[in-house]
Antibody
Framework: EVQLVESGGALVQPGGSLRLSCVGS????????MTWVRQTPEKGLEWVAG????????YYADSVRGRFTISRDNSKNTLYLQMNSLRVEDTALYYC???????????????WGQGTQVTVSS | DIVLTQSPDSLALSLGERATITCKSS????????????LAWYQQKPGQSPKLLIS???TRESGVPDRFSGSGSGTDFTLTISSLQAEDVAVYFC?????????FGQGTRLEL
């Protein structure tokens, strides 16, 4: 059974940093692109960043480019999202999700974690 | 960015009725070299994560009931639930993975 378990969400002040982690199991981690998607009631689902299985290619939403960094450690079956210079508008439930092939973005997302809440507030 | 616009925003139907949700893309998501539409549909039930229902516009995922079907090409797509069941109450999203950034429709809330 495919499992994705996120951690690292927290309450943080504007301008602060946070690192999210996601451990994958039940599949060959390095064979799949991975992505972070966030969700709020106001904006719905918003794709944040994607990374290919080999980590050779990365893509970011304009809203986070230069502030967030997606990375992975295939030896640990773990995906990361380093979030710097956090803003109030980054408040959301952050999902770790598996792309159905090894590419970063050009395939559907076929597994999702349960999400980890990030709240940016003073 | 590719904008996906779903309609309607919400839909209230009775058990056994047909549900039709449309998703219109601001540009074509048909990749000519492989003739695939890079369009997927997801279902999100209350308190749960999204679940992939349909990929490549019309390919139903394993385990998805055959009352769910997807159609369309280019810029216009439809998700149809042929006979609504109580467990189909959810929010449905379309998504394009043709180009970065990946984008989602705003969602359609389906209620009984």
């Amino acid at each position: 059974e495919v499992q994705l378990v996120e951690s690292g969400g927290a309450l943080v002040q504007p301008g602060g940093s946070l690192r999210l982690s996601c451990v994958g199991s039940g599949f060959t981690f390095r064979s799949h692109g991975m992505t972070w998607v966030r969700q709020t009631p106001e904006k719905g689902l918003e794709w944040v960043a994607g990374l290919s299985g080999t980590a050779a290619t990365t893509y970011y939403a304009d809203s986070v480019r230069g502030r967030f960094t997606i990375s992975r450690d295939n030896s640990k079956n773990t995906l990361y999202l380093q979030m710097n210079s956090l803003r109030v508008e980054d408040t959301a439930l952050y999902y770790c999700a598996r792309v159905s092939s090894g590419v970063a973005v050009a395939a559907p997302i076929n597994s999702w974690g349960q999400g980890t809440q990030v709240t940016v507030s003073s | 960015d590719i904008v996906l616009t779903q309609s309607p925003d919400s839909l209230a139907l009775s058990l056994g009725e047909r549900a039709t949700i449309t998703c219109k893309s601001s540009q074509s998501v048909l990749f000519k070299s492989d003739k695939k539409n890079y369009l997927a549909w997801y279902q999100q039930k209350p308190g749960q994560s999204p679940k992939l229902l349909i990929s490549w516009a019309s390919t139903r995922e394993s385990g998805v009931p055959d009352r769910f079907s997807g159609s369309g090409s280019g810029t216009d797509f439809t998700l149809t639930i042929s006979s609504l069941q109580a467990e189909d109450v959810a929010v449905y999203f379309c998504q394009q993975c043709y180009d970065s950034p990946v984008t989602f429709g705003q969602g359609t809330r389906l209620e009984l």
